[in-house]
């Protein structure tokens, strides 16, 4: 196992391959949560990025109609999670997979929106 710790674009850069799957966490939309945090530049520029990548990558963030702007051309999935950091317990947050891919996505019932169209 090797580990890295860089910036995602040079993580891309070195990489990507055809049979690459990279999954990509990056910080919250509008949410300050971390040292190095983004702005809309900068998921302008991740998501510009990711039309050039050769693999495959699933990319997971909060649900935000920005965010479903922004990489509307890609393939979206609204899951609902319970975060196991979180201290509210049974408490659900709406988030967004978004793939360049066709995968099987099987939503457990609580993870499954009431209305969701078939993924
Ligand atoms: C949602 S958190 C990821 C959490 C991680 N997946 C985990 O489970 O612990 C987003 C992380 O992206 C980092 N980050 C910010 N800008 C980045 C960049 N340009 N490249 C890579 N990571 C970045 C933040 O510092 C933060 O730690």
């Given at each position: 196992m090797?580990?890295?710790?860089l ?6 850069a070195?990489?990507d391959?055809?049979t ?22 900068d998921?302008i ?12 990558f ?10 479903r ?15 196991t950091?979180q ?33």
């Amino acid at each position: 196992m090797q580990i890295e710790c860089l910036p995602y674009d040079q993580i891309l850069a070195r990489y990507d391959r055809a049979t690459t799957v990279f999954y990509l966490d990056p910080p919250y939309w509008e949410r300050r949560l971390y040292r190095h945090n983004f702005i809309e530049q900068d998921f302008i520029q991740m998501e510009l990025r990711l039309r050039a990548i050769k693999g495959k990558f699933l990319l997971s963030l909060d649900d935000h109609p920005e965010v479903r702007r922004l990489f509307h051309n890609w393939r979206i999935v609204p899951v609902d999670i319970a975060y196991t950091a979180q201290r509210q317990v049974g408490k659900r947050f709406k988030e967004l997979l978004i793939m360049n891919y066709q995968a099987k996505v099987t939503l457990t019932s609580k993870q499954r929106r009431p209305a969701q169209a078939s993924a």
